[in-house]
């Protein structure tokens, strides 16, 4: 049960949550691992998870998807440089 729980709120989460709010991650674990538990008379007073670690494939494609949205931010920028080089009014010299 635990296991699946770990999966399920893993697969659901950002890898920056996973990284930075780990707290919030082991509170819904906790949670979710909880309620089936007290069926079977076991109380869960803390859940944490320690280590995150990834297969090497999964980090290659992780680091192509934020190079990719670094790359789309940049564009973002200089369209937004450019359009309002375009469309700034002329300064008139005196």
């Known amino acids: 049960m635990a296991q699946t729980s770990l999966r399920s709120i893993i697969g659901k989460s950002e890898l920056d949550d996973l990284l930075s709010d780990r707290e919030k991650l082991n509170q819904g674990l906790e949670l979710m691992i909880d309620s089936p538990a007290v069926e079977w008379g076991v109380t869960i007073d803390?859940?944490?998870?320690?280590?995150?670690?990834?297969?090497?494939?999964?980090?290659?494609s992780m680091a192509r998807q934020a190079e990719a949205d670094r790359e789309r931010r940049a564009r973002v920028?200089?369209?937004?440089?450019?359009l309002r080089a375009v469309t700034r009014p002329p300064v008139s010299s005196r």
């Open 77 to 82: 920028i200089n369209a937004d440089a450019d």
């Open 46 to 60: 803390r859940v944490e998870i320690k280590d995150v670690s990834l297969p090497e494939a999964m980090k290659r």
